[in-house]
């Protein structure tokens, strides 16, 4: 484990042994949307799980059941613009999009080997790094840009032992979208992994476009799930879907690995077609709420003359710079004896300024009156300085 992971580490426990503390608090960090009353109707499930019920034998694929590659492939037919995938060939399912994540480190890596990672983050990509022995190498993001990848950065920090480049579109938590090729990666030609997990909540953009379409001759692997498209973190099911070119190079070994572990479950996989086809519905209303929490946490923290956030391109997320003399542990105290759980950016990895995150999938009412906590005690502290 890293320094700075193992530091992270220590500064989260001591914030979770402080929050323990606290009776009563909001908490503005929920990504739980079973928590926030943000359910799929249960009939859409039970009458998608009937039919496994009523015809069940299994039948196991390294690649996943045939129904449910057809159903991804059919959705990302109609993303904009459209991804055209091959079910029989481009497509591999996993338990989760975490369980992708760590297939690939294991496809693609070795111990000693590196992985470029954006250098704001979720601490999963370091679990990863540690787990697998690979250098976790961070690449940087232009704040000034909207948190934009610095192309440039990428091709000095890669060399002859990079594996991979790991890539979130939407990016988590600063919200950040690529939307045109990124010439430095089809110079190197290095595999890439996409996570577009927040790809059906656009923002301050129409809509995500897969990176894929954006680099289609480059050895790009898409990742995605049902936790956060439709709501669905307790049913684990996530996929993998590959550009021709690494289709031709890493199809057969991934096949050995997915049908190593199997992890996958026949139930929701044989749910999935029923979900896609009857379920869009519920995941328009669900950006719908995140859209219209987004609108209403700008308008309130733009009323604060010591916070400075940017709109996301898509996420819930947002990612708010606090004008404070002080670090960001005791920032995320003071917020809590002041009734507000936030996250700090170095649980992001972020390491330089003073910011907080915030998650607009938390309830209405609830993260309207948290934000008004929260102001109150940032003008309350004596060391915050007014924003420029």
């Known amino acids: 484990m890293t320094g700075f992971l193992a530091d992270a580490d220590m500064q989260m426990n001591r914030i979770e042994h402080h929050r323990q503390q606290i009776a009563t608090y909001i908490d503005m ?36 059941l045939a129904a449910a590659r057809m159903a991804i492939a059919s959705y990302y037919s109609t993303r904009t613009p459209a991804l055209a995938l091959d079910p029989d060939h481009d497509i591999y399912i996993t338990a989760s999009t975490s ?6 480190f294991a496809l693609l890596t070795n111990p000693g080997d590196n992985v470029l990672a954006p250098a704001i983050s979720y601490p999963l990509f370091d679990y990863l790094a540690a787990m697998f022995r690979v250098e976790l190498r961070p690449y940087a993001l232009d704040m000034h840009r909207g948190w934009r990848i610095d192309p440039w950065h990428l091709g000095r920090i890669s060399d002859d032992r990079t594996r991979a480049v790991l890539i979130v579109s939407p990016h988590n938590p600063t919200g950040h979208v690529i939307k045109r090729p990124l010439p430095v ?13 927040f790809a059906e909540m656009p923002y301050a953009i129409p809509s995500v476009p897969p990176l894929a379409t954006l680099m289609p001759h480059l050895p790009i692997f898409t990742l995605n799930g049902i936790s956060k498209m439709f709501a669905l973190p307790d049913l684990k099911l996530g ?23 199997l992890g996958a479950n026949s139930l929701t996989q044989s749910m999935l077609p029923h979900i896609m086809r009857h379920g869009m519905h519920f995941v328009a209303s669900q950006h719908h709420h ?22 996301p391109d898509a996420g819930y997320y947002l990612f708010v710079e606090v ?9 995320v105290m003071h ?48 060391h915050i300085i007014m924003a420029q």
């Open 185 to 197: 990666l089809e110079w190197t030609n290095v595999p890439i992994i996409c996570d577009e997990v």
């Open 335 to 382: 917020l809590l004896n002041h009734g507000v759980l936030v996250h700090p950016g170095f649980f992001f990895g972020s390491s330089t300024g003073c910011y907080i995150v915030i998650s607009c999938l938390v309830e209405t009412t609830r993260l309207v009156e948290g934000i008004a906590h929260m102001i109150r005690a940032l003008h309350a502290h004596p």
């Open 290 to 311: 995140v859209r219209h929490n987004l609108d209403l946490a700008m308008h309130l923290l733009a009323q604060s003359p010591v916070l400075r956030v940017r709109p």
């Open 29 to 64: 960090t929920s990504a739980n949307p079973t928590a926030q009353g943000l359910l799929f109707p249960p009939d859409i499930l039970q009458a998608a799980a009937n039919s496994y019920w009523a015809e069940r034998h299994y039948q196991p694929d390294a690649r996943g």
């Open 99 to 104: 369980e992708a994540y760590a297939l690939l």
């Open 239 to 261: 996929w993998i879907a590959m550009t021709a070119h690494a289709r031709e190079t890493y199809a057969a070994r991934l096949a050995v690995l997915n049908d190593t572990l």
């Open 323 to 331: 004008c404070a003399e002080l670090n960001e542990e005791e920032l």
